[in-house]
Nanobody, 115 residues
Framework: QVQLVESGGGLVQAGGSLRLSCASS????????MGWYRQAQGKQRELVAR???????IYADSVKGRFAISRDNAKNTVYLQMSSLKPEDTGVYSC?????????WGQGTQVTVSS
């Protein structure tokens, strides 16, 4: 069984920073990528950032230059450092783990950015 647990969400003023963490546990085989998605109220879920097994990364245009995804293989944890936060960044952020044959999700953590 694979478990993904997010943490680090909260309330922050515009221009502030937050660091999200996603800790994984259980037997994980054939990882292709881990990533962060977000979903605002009444909106579809969108990709924020993704890091591949090769170490390569992809970012949504809206967060480039402000967010950074990283991982600690020894701790089986992926992070999302968010800086210069904007109200439009508000939403539920979820961690995603993709293998050759499956896709798993954490429960999500709320990020709220006030003006």
């Amino acid at each position: 069984q694979v478990q993904l647990v997010e943490s680090g969400g909260g309330l922050v003023q515009a221009g502030g920073s937050l660091r999200l963490s996603c800790a994984s546990s259980g037997r994980i085989v054939g990882i292709r990528a881990m990533g962060w998605y977000r979903q605002a109220q009444g909106k579809q879920r969108e990709l924020v950032a993704r890091i591949f097994s090769s170490g390569g990364t992809i970012y949504a245009d809206s967060v480039k230059g402000r967010f950074a995804i990283s991982r600690d293989n020894a701790k089986n944890t992926v992070y999302l450092q968010m800086s210069s936060l904007k109200p439009e960044d508000t939403g539920v952020y979820s961690c995603n783990l993709v293998t050759m044959t499956s896709s798993d999700w954490g429960q999500g953590t709320q990020v709220t950015v006030s003006s």
